[in-house]
T-cell receptor
Framework: AQSVTQLDSQVPVFEEAPVELRCNYSSSVSVYLFWYVQYPNQGLQLLLKYLSGSTLVKGINGFEAEFNKSQTSFHLRKPSVHISDTAEYFC????????????FGKGTKLTVNP | SQTIHQWPATLVQPVGSPLSLECTVEGTSNPNLYWYRQAAGRGLQLLFYSVGIGQISSEVPQNLSASRPQDRQFILSSKKLLLSDSGFYLCACGDWSSGNTIYFGEGSWLTVV
């Protein structure tokens, strides 16, 4: 069965600094990969997704992620963060051609300080 | 695009009381529907998913149940709530054949006291 590990539960950064949120997955077959963002007391919003093709995926709000098959990683990056990026970020994986399940990591709380 | 409605948004229930959380979807037909629970520090736990009316797959054995009486309606229930059932419950809707994305509702906060 597939699984997702988000290596950092909390990441504090200063405004305008770059940030990387790490995600590794485990699966014996090909996968689809997703990043979602959750603002306080709200549902989840899709940031970006990797389905196939280019390994560098660009999403909303200036975020991007790179799929690395050999390292089974899908790290999320942003070159310069804003206060408004403070939220919880979830990485998720779904097996290609298999189950309808989308499995999530435990989340990374990003706090952007002035 | 799909719109997901969840209610109630907030619920405080005593231990041992029943539960019913409802989710309805607009803007799509024959979607896959999901119930997730989010507890502090534990990420999102998939509870149930459904690929069609009356078809329910359970991921975690517990005192919760789910039903799908109509194509775009998904209900989470319990006959007797436990303190450990407290959490943030999220309904989600996905159609892997078009866009390969699932969308989430705004969630329902359940506090069992």
């Amino acid at each position: 069965a597939q699984s997702v590990t988000q290596l950092d539960s909390q990441v504090p950064v200063f405004e305008e600094a770059p940030v990387e949120l790490r995600c590794n997955y485990s699966s014996s077959v090909s996968v689809y990969l997703f990043w979602y963002v959750q603002y306080p007391n709200q549902g989840l919003q899709l940031l970006l997704k990797y389905l196939s093709g280019s390994t560098l995926v660009k999403g909303i709000n200036g975020f991007e992620a790179e799929f690395n098959k050999s390292q089974t990683s899908f790290h999320l990056r942003k070159p310069s963060v804003h206060i408004s990026d403070t939220a919880e970020y979830f990485c998720a994986v779904r097996v290609q051609g298999g189950s309808e399940k989308l499995v999530f990591g435990k989340g990374t709380k990003l706090t952007v300080n002035p | 695009s799909q719109t997901i409605h969840q209610w109630p948004a907030t619920l405080v229930q005593p231990v041992g009381s029943p539960l019913s959380l409802e989710c309805t979807v607009e803007g799509t037909s024959n979607p896959n529907l999901y119930w997730y629970r989010q507890a502090a520090g534990r990420g999102l736990q998939l509870l149930f998913y459904s690929v069609g009316i009356g078809q329910i797959s359970s991921e975690v054995p517990q005192n919760l149940s789910a039903s799908r009486p109509q194509d775009r309606q998904f209900i989470l229930s319990s006959k007797k709530l436990l303190l450990s059932d407290s959490g943030f419950y999220l309904c989600a809707c996905g159609d892997w054949s078009s866009g390969n994305t699932i969308y989430f509702g705004e969630g329902s906060w359940l506090t069992v006291v």
